[in-house]
């Protein structure tokens, strides 16, 4: 073979393995082609829906954004309230103490605790009077009656008594003053009537002074049997305006109705208040007034037996009288 042979067949061969080549790579970058799309149609809006995620884990329930100011309007009132539960519960006293209720309350039931504040100063005051009157009244007779009973005549328990106050000492200057007007009778009659006489001037100076003494524990007793209905009325009228409270409010809630009752009920609680105290101060008043008129009687039963033992001396001849005294 000749050189221009050999040289042509290597072009040829050089050629066909060129043509080759080129038509293997161009599958292999069709197929790159078609694959790419498929590779990259999830990449293309990877970014965007990495954007919001990445803060998911770092965000805490503290950092939560907060709701907008629209979604509280759409949520359900609580405890069952209807959508008037605002405007209802501005009505409400926020002070629910018995000074705030007292203030909240209506205007009868207003008058009814002030009567029976009244009532209960009241009573504290006679207690606290009557206490010292009682005190000092049965201290003065029991004096009395001690001088009565350790007295020879009734002359020497005038003169021990003097001009001092009380009923005892009333009671014996009463015996002498009787004596004294009856004296002219004793020359021609006995002494019976004079004993009769002084036994009844001492029984209207005893009650006399037990009826100074119970001054006042009368409105003991009427404070104590009336002071509960007052309360009941005031309770009464309470719960009837808080009926009418809820009938226009429209609704059963518990801190609607509550307050209402509440102040009705203080009134029935400050009449118990004024109830009580004055019932037990009753009682204690009758009976320590009940022991100061047996001070009394002791005394006047004194005088009565001084009085007798002076109209025997009397018929004692002069003699025997001045020996005994």
Not at 173 to 201: F, I, P, Q, T, Y
């Amino acid at each position: 073979m000749s050189r221009n042979g050999l040289f042509a067949a290597l072009a040829a061969s050089l050629i066909l393995s060129t043509g080759i080549a080129k038509a293997q790579e161009q599958p292999a970058t069709q197929a790159q082609q078609s694959a790419a799309p498929a590779v990259q149609a999830p990449v293309e809006p990877a970014p965007a829906a990495q954007a919001p995620a990445a803060p998911v884990p770092q965000t805490s329930a503290a950092q939560a954004p907060a709701p907008t100011p629209a979604e509280p309007s759409v949520q359900p009132a609580p405890n069952g309230a209807t959508g008037e539960g605002p405007s209802i519960s501005l009505t409400l006293p926020y002070d629910l103490s018995p000074w705030g209720m007292f203030m909240n309350a209506d205007i009868v039931v207003k008058a009814v605790m002030v009567g029976l504040a009244f009532a209960s100063l009241v009573t504290w005051t006679i207690w606290l009077a009557k206490s010292l009157e009682v005190f000092g009244g049965k201290l003065r007779a029991r004096r009395a009656a001690d001088v009565i009973g350790n007295a020879a005549t009734l002359m020497q328990a005038g003169r021990e008594l003097g001009h001092s106050g009380g009923p005892g000492a009333l009671l014996v200057r009463a015996a002498e003053e009787e004596r004294a007007l009856s004296a002219g009778a004793l020359d021609h009659a006995s002494g019976d009537g004079l004993k009769e006489r002084v036994a009844s001037r001492l029984s209207r100076i005893e009650a006399a002074a037990s009826r100074r003494m119970s001054r006042g524990t009368g409105l003991l007793a009427t404070i104590g049997s009336t002071a509960p209905f007052v309360g009941l009325f005031g309770t009464v009228w309470g719960i009837m305006n808080a009926f009418i409270g809820i009938s226009q409010a429209q609704t059963t809630n518990l801190a609607v109705v509550a307050p209402g009752i509440a102040e009705a009920l203080l009134a029935t609680a400050m009449g118990l208040v004024a109830a009580i105290p004055a019932v037990v101060i009753y009682n204690v008043f009758a009976r320590s007034i009940a022991g100061y008129r047996q001070i009394l009687a002791d005394a006047s039963a004194g005088v009565e037996r001084l009085v007798s033992r002076d109209l025997d001396f009397r018929t004692v001849p002069p003699a025997a009288a001045i020996a005994a005294e």
